[in-house]
DNA sequence: CTGAAAGCGCTAACAT
DNA sequence: ATGTTAGCGCTTTCAG
């Protein structure tokens, strides 16, 4: 195997334009002290050799890898694929994350981790120490556990938490989950319903939570009970359709449903029809997520869109801009919107429930 | 900005071990002439220390980056994922390519790259000189692009071409577009259909004409004439839709279609639609790529399965075995499979047309 | 079989 | 404002 070696190196452009390497350097890295005819030659070294820095060779001298890490849920990831049901989280996180990399000169690398497992940190500190990144965007349900904050806090190295509001190391930044949930509920009251059903993800995700405490407040401020009417699931399918019998078989039965994944919504338009009810007419359904099969149900789903895409790029951008400022110590919200489809209406009367 | 340095580098072991710097090299490496004994200290020394080399020094150092390059095409990509329509191509070349490239301690790195720009070259071999990869995955129409393939060839990093069966330098690696096509019409001639309508892809992709002899193949061999019926689209919805117009107000129309792409299948069971055919009554339908979609039609579509996962599973694994022993010369192929769905059924009677 | 020395391409720190 | 020096962590020679 020939040793392959850079073809065109910060030497021959320094050759080339006639200057020492650490000009070169100080032009590549945009610094100071450069004066703009110098620069100028630079450059034009630079340009007609096609010259591109080697990143190895960047990060081996102490600088940037220009490498941010997205770390996802192994289990998760691949079921999604496998299931090839059109989820589509990671080409959102790509679409946002990689594209936002790429404008500032940065590349995307995706890793899955096993979260169950018990030696996280070490499949955590091997991608760590093998890549050095310059940032780690985690994921739910990555983004709150302490194993893998209080490690990367350690390491330094700038992370973002996707899904999380809790306060301490790293970016915390959120879809704005309770607003969301707050949104899909006034559109369901102002649609004459008062009896809204609420199925919460797993509470390994903090963010089930934030969106009950949405849901809890509109229905409070409209001055509905919601004792009976939350239950949970694991956002899959089967956990939904469990969870959706529960408010279903209540004596006085919801007349809208709010789930907090697609997949469970789904079960909940599945055990709707399973139980002769009509959708929208009988029961009112949102969804949470918008990932793209729910257009293609019948009817299409009202739903909460998460905007993946947009966090995504946020999260690369604070990472970045980090080096030079001071991330926020806030959370930060990207707020998603409500796509109203054809699986909401207006109440049924009283007589028919 | 602190500059990072590895927590725990090749002397941090060498020094726990008690031996030199190459000791603790070979050991990693596998390479031979290493007592067994020495092997176990390292390794011990390696675990305690939970070490893991770095992919910078190791580059650096003229060896391997362990980074394979998937390079696909910007537009396309980034249409499919705004679109969000569940296209998953590269959710399933991280499936099969990504997975693979982590069983053998390598990474996977997407990069997206503009066809149509006349400096497509430098895109590329600027990506090649940032990140050194040890690999480069081609996906159609790059598969096929003389200037990304000479580049590429002259760089010497081995590469696999996917979607291409053509001579030259790297992998060609396809999923059995004539084989595949072969197959859908065999299905619809078992279902009694004669006139058997294709819609094919653009020339740009080699796979389409593939496809298009699969499909002459098996109606020449049973005997059916197939001169006027066969039109091109450029796998999107409108394209998809002009073609089958074009078939479908033939004098002698056909009674089955086989399109190219799931997107233009589905133009062709709205047509059908607007033109008051039911399918599979009136006509029936066979789609190419089996992405999440079409089961979510109505009726579902049967579809030719793309086999992408397990294409980029084995292009990694040539790529990376390519190393070691060369790679084959022949077009390697990895074959899809007919899913039957609701879309095809019996030929209608001949009264009937 | 094992170790010492040299160097990959780049930047930080220190000259000038 | 520019150049010089040293070294990042690793592998590749080349000596023992």
Redesign the pocket.
């Known amino acids: 195997?020939a040793?392959r070696?850079?073809?065109?190196?910060?030497?021959?452009?320094?050759a080339d334009a006639?200057?020492?390497?650490?000009?070169?350097?100080?032009v590549?890295?945009n610094?100071?002290?450069?004066?703009p005819?110098?620069?100028e030659k630079v450059r034009a070294s630079i340009d007609r050799l096609s010259?591109?820095?080697?990143i190895?060779?960047?990060?081996?001298?102490?600088?940037?890898s220009y490498l941010i890490l997205a770390i996802n849920d192994r289990d998760r990831t691949i079921a999604d694929w496998t299931a090839r049901e059109g989820r589509d989280w990671v080409d959102q996180m790509l679409l946002g994350g990689m594209l936002t990399c790429a404008e500032r000169g940065y590349r995307m690398l995706i890793e899955l981790v096993d979260t169950h497992s018990d030696h996280v940190e070490r499949e955590l500190s091997g991608a760590i120490?093998a890549l050095q990144p310059d940032g780690v965007i985690l994921t739910p349900p990555h983004s709150e556990n302490p194993l893998i904050t209080s490690f990367l806090a350690k390491t330094g190295i700038p992370f973002a938490r996707i899904g999380s509001r809790q306060g301490g190391p790293g970016i915390a930044i959120t879809m704005g989950d309770t607003p969301n949930a707050r949104l899909a509920t006034q559109h369901l009251l102002d649609h004459g319903h008062e009896r809204i059903g609420f199925v919460a993800g797993p509470e390994e995700f903090s963010l089930s939570n934030r969106r009950i405490d949405g849901w809890k407040w509109a229905m409070d401020q409209a001055g509905h009970s919601h004792d009976d009417l939350c239950t949970r699931g694991d956002f899959g399918f089967e956990s939904g359709k469990l969870a959706a019998r529960k408010l279903l078989t209540l004596r006085d039965r919801p007349t809208a449903i709010i789930c907090s994944s697609d997949q469970m919504t789904l079960a909940a338009l599945e055990l709707a029809r399973e139980m002769g009810l009509e959708v929208p007419r009988d029961l009112s359904l949102v969804s949470f997520d918008n990932s793209p099969i729910v257009r293609f149900t019948d009817p299409a789903l009202t739903a909460v869109d998460q905007p993946i895409a947009a966090t995504a790029s946020r999260a690369v951008e604070l990472l970045i801009d980090s080096r030079n400022c001071p991330p926020p110590g806030e959370p930060v919200t990207v707020v998603g919107e409500l796509v109203v489809r054809g699986s909401t209406g207006p109440a049924p009367p009283h007589g028919r429930r």
């Open positions: 195997m040793r070696r850079q073809a065109v190196t910060i030497k021959h452009v320094a006639g200057v020492s390497l650490q000009t070169v350097s100080r590549i890295n610094e100071p002290n450069v004066r005819a110098m620069k010259y591109v820095p080697s190895a060779a960047q990060r081996m001298s102490g600088s940037r120490a």
